[in-house]
């Protein structure tokens, strides 16, 4: 088959996009409001871009009445923010916090998530992720307009909470260890834990 993406409402291209462009890793993105209100969501538009300076992306689409959702009012009060890696075992508390609480309920409090202070940004960091990024805003970037425009939020990575308990014997992070899931399309999400090694040509 072939799809004429001009031909197709914006629900529709993001059902395909997101049932084909798979596994996306999951940035689980801790921000505070002005009046510091914590805030917790997850993002699976979620990339590393360059080491120089180090800067990662995601990307909190509007919701379908085209209002920007907290994360980026958020971000956009005060620019800064944490990006937490999820593991398995804290897959169903991620996907809790991507229910839609008023602006201001903290998903923190609400499903007790326990946080851990920054020591480079205000809002803190989930205690229990294996990895977490504190960043700054380095930019916004809107692409569209209305229900599911991006807000894409480029951050500069500032220092990163790594667990001892992922290194493995040389000191660098162990996939094994890690456990990350990624999300696949609709409700569904893949391990990664079955791991293969290609070697790269010369
Ligand atoms: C695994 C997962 C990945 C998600 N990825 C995105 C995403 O990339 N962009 C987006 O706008 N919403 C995404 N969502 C939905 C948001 O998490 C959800 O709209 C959330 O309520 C936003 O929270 P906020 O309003 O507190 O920022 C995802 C949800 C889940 C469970």
């Not at 798979?22 to 002005?34: E, K």
């Not at 538009?45 to 180090?54: E, H, K, R, Y």
């Not at 804290?90 to 839609?100: D, F, I, V």
């Amino acid at each position: 088959m072939q799809l004429d993406f001009s031909a197709l409402d914006a629900r529709t291209a993001y059902q395909w996009m997101i049932s084909t462009i798979l596994p996306r890793p999951i940035a689980w993105v801790s921000t505070i409001s002005a009046d510091g209100k914590t805030n917790l969501a997850p993002f699976s538009f979620f990339q590393g871009i360059t080491a120089n300076p180090p800067t990662l992306m995601f990307v909190p689409v509007n919701n379908r009445q085209g209002v920007k959702k907290d994360t980026v009012r958020n971000i956009e009060a005060v620019p800064e923010f944490v990006v937490n890696l999820v593991s398995h075992e804290l897959g169903e508390q991620m996907n809790r916090t991507a229910a839609l609480l008023p602006y201001g309920d903290s998903e923190f409090e609400k499903f007790g998530i326990v946080s851990a202070p920054s020591t480079k940004v205000r809002p803190p960091r989930v205690a229990a992720a294996p990895v977490a990024f504190e960043c700054t805003l380095d930019r916004i970037v809107h692409i569209g307009e209305g229900p599911l425009a991006a807000n894409v939020v480029f951050g500069r990575i500032h220092a990163a909470h790594i667990s001892d308990a992922i290194l493995g014997a040389d000191g660098r992070p162990d996939a094994r260890k890690l456990d990350l899931i990624g999300r696949l399309g609709g409700e569904d999400y893949a391990t990664t834990r079955e791991i293969f090694t290609i070697e790269r040509p010369d």
